[in-house]
């Protein structure tokens, strides 16, 4: 017999004290200890202590309710919150489930390795949304949405064909967007900044009708080693990582299921066609010069064409230093089988454009002065209405949205583990006191 309404609330209520009676303990028992800085041993190991229990209780709340719990944040589905801002609302509506503003303030205060590790639980709450067959396809749709950003200044774009966004530029030529990486001092390592000026740069070139085919590339850098050389990307930014300035939510979350994932599957907006595609979705140029490290790598997974400089390379060393490189564990198995995965993952192996194994990720190998002109004959090739057509299928194929969603439903854990773990930030600290802060994961 199906429980009545009335018997769900009263459930969930009495599960949601619970769940505040079991952090607010939490909480006293890291009350009474020093800050993370100046913990002994000893005391390090009362605070893991005290945090596990508190998880296990979260983990035991979220398996019986979160369904219930999305309903409630998003009023029953009719409202599409992204991630930050499904936290803070998680925080205040069910308090003990993950943390306050109030304290994620504190832990940006302090650098990587002196936190207390909140994210943890705010990875733990997306990990068991995204697995739930109710909340999972709704919350990853909802983040498909165009940002406000973009919608703001789309006017603008449309009129001039041109965007500074910061950290990328994109201009508008002809049918194409070009979006540019311009970090120009740290090879354009990516922190939680670049991640929201690209996800504007993709939703403009999604939501300007005039614009029919994408490019991303890199610009020309001032980093003494590669002056006036053009990069794609360093990956993650290690100085950055140290000083507590990569989120969770606001970089690694949402940089899969934000602008990666319009990328790949397009954006979620009311439009003509939408009985039909329900999402705006267009085709992709990657253009490589010099090197495609950690999470430049990852990008060249989910575009439909991807040309290379002849001396450029690509590698994804993110597990030799602790973390988990994004989705791409789960693209490379498509992309180059279980072996060569392997031995990019695991191992660090590095793949030089000319490599026969490199046409595994790269369409086109030209030499270096012939990326512009190689560039414009990709985006000229794919300005077909077929194209669109078919790369929604080819997707439907490769990624099947429950097999992704499963995917990031452990990655929205285990990187947040990662994220925290001893090997990561002892790493993090050691890379930082030797002043690489153009360095990558």
């Known amino acids: 017999m199906t429980d009545s309404y009335e018997d769900v609330v009263s459930e969930l209520s009495t599960a949601r004290k619970a769940l505040l009676a079991g952090a607010a303990e939490a909480e006293e028992a890291l009350a009474a200890l020093p800050d ?34 999305y309903e409630e944040l998003t009023d029953g589905r009719a409202r599409h919150p992204r991630l930050a801002e499904l936290a ?11 943390p306050t503003a109030e304290q994620m303030a504190v832990e940006r205060g302090r650098p990587q390795e002196l936190k207390e590790g909140r994210e943890i639980d705010q990875g733990l709450l997306f990990s068991r949304l995204l697995e739930s067959p109710v909340a999972g396809p709704h919350l990853m749709d909802s983040m498909l949405q165009p940002t406000e950003r973009a919608l703001t200044g789309l006017t603008d774009f449309r009129r001039t064909g041109v965007a500074d966004l910061g950290s990328v530029r994109v201009e508008r030529r002809g049918s194409a967007a070009y979006l540019t990486m311009c970090r120009e001092d740290s090879l354009n390592a990516e922190d939680n900044q670049q991640v929201d000026d690209m996800e504007t740069a993709v939703d403009l070139a999604l939501l300007d009708p005039a614009v029919r085919v994408g490019v991303l590339r890199g610009g020309e850098m001032t980093h003494p080693r590669y002056r006036g050389r053009r990069v794609f990307s360093a990956g993650i930014n290690l100085k950055t990582l140290h000083a507590g300035g990569i989120s969770l939510v606001d970089f690694l979350l949402r940089r899969e299921l934000g602008y990666i994932a319009k990328l790949s599957r397009g954006l979620k907006v009311d439009h003509e066609g939408a009985w039909h595609s329900p999402t705006v979705a267009k085709p992709w140029v990657a253009a490589v010069d010099t090197f495609a490290i950690g999470g430049g790598a990852q990008l060249l997974l ?34 180059t089988g279980m072996r060569i995965s392997r031995q990019i993952v695991l191992w660090g192996r590095r793949i030089w454009a000319t490599e026969p194994d490199a046409r595994l990720f790269i369409d086109e190998v030209v030499e270096g002065t012939d990326m512009d002109r190689a560039v414009e004959q990709a985006a000229e090739r794919l300005d077909h ?53 153009n360095s990558h994961f």
């Open 36 to 69: 993370p800085a100046d913990r002994s041993p000893e005391q390090r190991e009362a605070a893991a202590v005290a945090k596990s229990a508190a998880r296990g209780l979260r983990d035991r709340f979220l398996t019986m309710h979160v369904d219930a719990v």
């Open 88 to 98: 803070n609302t998680a925080a205040l509506a069910f308090p003990g489930l993950v």
């Open 302 to 335: 989910v575009f439909d064409r991807v040309i290379a400089a002849s001396d450029a390379y690509l590698s994804l060393p993110a597990a030799q230093e602790g973390i988990i490189p994004g989705v791409s564990n789960f693209r490379l198995q498509q992309a």
């Open 385 to 437: 209405p077929a194209v669109v057509t078919n790369r929604r299928m080819l997707r439907l194929a490769e990624e099947p949205p429950d097999a992704l969603r499963a995917y990031m439903a452990q990655f929205a854990l285990q990187q947040a583990l990662r994220l925290y773990s001893e090997d990561v930030t002892r790493k993090v600290t050691r890379f930082s006191a030797a002043h690489l802060s």
